[in-house]
């Protein structure tokens, strides 16, 4: 029972780091996803006096992707309506030219204001149509969600570590007569250590894959079982195969180095 | 004879320096002697042990150990030093959630000797000192006398150059503490051990031939 015990005070705390990096490794991929979409559905609108290609525009700002003409002639026939042919070549002559320009990444409402200034010194460019307000809504929406998650996790991962820190303690006070004795003798830092190695890394192997089940159920049954269009849709990105590693690789090194700091902490205390 | 121990000028301290406890000492133990350290309490006698493997170092002067200087040692040199000690202490120092047996080995186990080497050197060593059937006991479970024979056996496990005592028989009864010196006898007669203990008191019955110093003032000093 006080095996159990003592592995179970180590495997929570871990597996709260745990939990912690992998909800921002699906977060970061949602969000990702997500932010791209923006993204992509985001575009301003521009009037040039003169027909313009996306390399021209692209000198102007280095954030725009591409630009993709209006056709004039659509404009021109639905505003005029009755006109006459020749009436309509002139609308159609003094009619500017529009794009739909298209940006590389999803930016700050200060990065588009700069877009938009950038685009007004060209000559060439009579207006530019950020819809800055609808962009800035989103955009503050969407950092708000990322701060907060990001905190959450952030916090979540301290207070684990102050568990650890705690387990570590309990460690040192278990396990500091014994590497005291193996030192007083000759034993070497590993054989000191050995044990509190081999209990470390079987936690951090069990915390790992602890987590991973949990993700794997998630992706697996829960998400297709749950109804919801959003999650159904966006499984992928609750766990990948690489997790695994990387949740292995992260608890591994968080044991290493709480090993480490029991080993060095009782090292040459006065017996 | 070669010396075992050579300290010369030796000073020691502790509280990081602030407390003097020997000065300028002078002496040399030679292979295959038994030596007594003795002196009232508190006078540096523990604090001289510690020295001798290495858990002190000299604030100044030379401390030669199996041809070590303890002064100037690597932690790898230190290390493997100790590999060729057996040291008793007062308060025995077992691992008591590993068996009797596996006490005995530590230096063998340290040495990287095989399991099998370990089982038959643990049956000869337990055997030595008496306690055969305790074996598979754990330290807690044996008397106070015992567990200091199972500290003994430990200290010869590796057929040690030099075996270091703390007050071995400190907290031993009459019985126990005869017990203890014969086995450290034995060790120093046969084996040609090197035998140094730090004790308050010289036992009445010894029938080896023996040093004597005494630590006071500050200073160590031959008894003739």
Redesign the interface.
């Known amino acids: 029972m006080k095996y159990i015990k003592n592995h179970l005070m180590f495997i929570f705390p871990l597996m709260a780091i745990l939990l912690g990096i992998e909800f921002y490794l699906v977060f970061d991929r949602t969000t990702d996803t997500y932010e791209k979409g923006l993204q992509e559905g985001y575009s301003m609108l521009v009037v040039t006096k003169e027909p313009m290609k996306t390399d021209a525009f692209r000198a102007l700002n280095r954030h725009i992707s591409k630009s993709e003409s209006i056709e004039r002639n659509s404009i021109v026939s639905r505003i005029a309506k009755g006109v006459t042919k020749e009436g309509e070549a002139k609308i159609l002559k003094s009619l500017p030219y529009f794009y739909n320009v298209h940006l590389n990444e999803y930016i700050s409402t200060g990065e588009l204001i700069r877009i938009k200034e950038d685009l007004e010194l060209s000559p060439l460019i009579k207006k530019v149509e950020t819809f800055g307000s609808n962009y800035e809504s989103n955009y503050r929406l969407f950092s708000f969600i990322k701060f907060t998650l990001k905190i959450f996790i952030g916090f979540m991962s301290v207070v684990s570590l102050f568990l650890i820190m705690k387990q570590m303690e309990i460690w040192k006070y278990a396990h500091k007569?014994?590497m005291q004795?193996?030192e007083?003798?000759?034993?070497?830092l590993m054989?000191r250590s050995g044990v509190l190695f081999k209990i470390a890394i079987i936690d951090a192997i069990a915390a790992a894959l602890i987590v991973s089940s949990i993700f794997l159920y998630l992706k697996f049954y829960w998400a297709v079982h749950s109804g919801i269009e959003i999650m159904i849709q966006n499984r992928d990105y609750l766990f990948r195969i690489t997790d695994i590693g990387i949740l292995l690789a992260a608890a591994l090194l968080i044991v290493i180095i709480s090993v480490y700091s029991v080993v060095y902490s009782t090292k040459g205390v006065?017996? | 004879m070669s010396n075992v121990i050579n300290a010369s000028n030796l000073t020691l301290t502790y509280d990081h320096g602030r407390k003097e406890v020997i000065t300028d000492v002078n002496f040399t133990v030679k292979k295959g002697e038994f030596v007594f350290i003795t002196g009232p309490s508190g006078s540096g006698k523990s604090t001289l042990l510690k020295s001798l493997y290495g858990r002190i170092k000299p604030t100044s002067g030379n401390l030669v150990v199996g041809g070590v200087d303890l002064a100037h040692v690597k932690p790898s040199k230190l290390q493997e030093l100790r590999t060729h000690m057996g040291i008793i202490f007062q308060d025995f120092k077992l691992v008591n959630e590993w068996t009797v047996a596996k006490n005995v080995v530590l230096p063998l186990m340290i040495a990287g000797y095989s399991l099998d080497v370990q089982n038959t050197q643990a049956h000869r060593l337990l055997k030595h000192v008496k306690l055969s059937e305790h074996a598979e006991k754990y330290p807690l479970e044996l008397s106070g006398g015992e567990q200091q024979r199972v500290g003994v056996a430990r200290a010869l496990a590796k057929n040690p150059v030099l075996i270091l005592a703390d007050e071995p028989t400190g907290n031993l009864d009459d019985y126990s503490s005869n017990v203890i010196w014969d086995l450290m006898e034995n060790a120093c007669q046969q084996l040609e051990t090197t035998v140094l203990v730090v004790t308050h008191k010289i036992p009445q019955v010894f029938s080896l031939p023996y040093r004597h110093f005494i630590i006071e003032g500050k200073g160590v000093y031959e008894v003739h």
């Open positions: 007569e014994r004795i193996m007083i003798f000759g034993a070497p054989l006065e017996e």
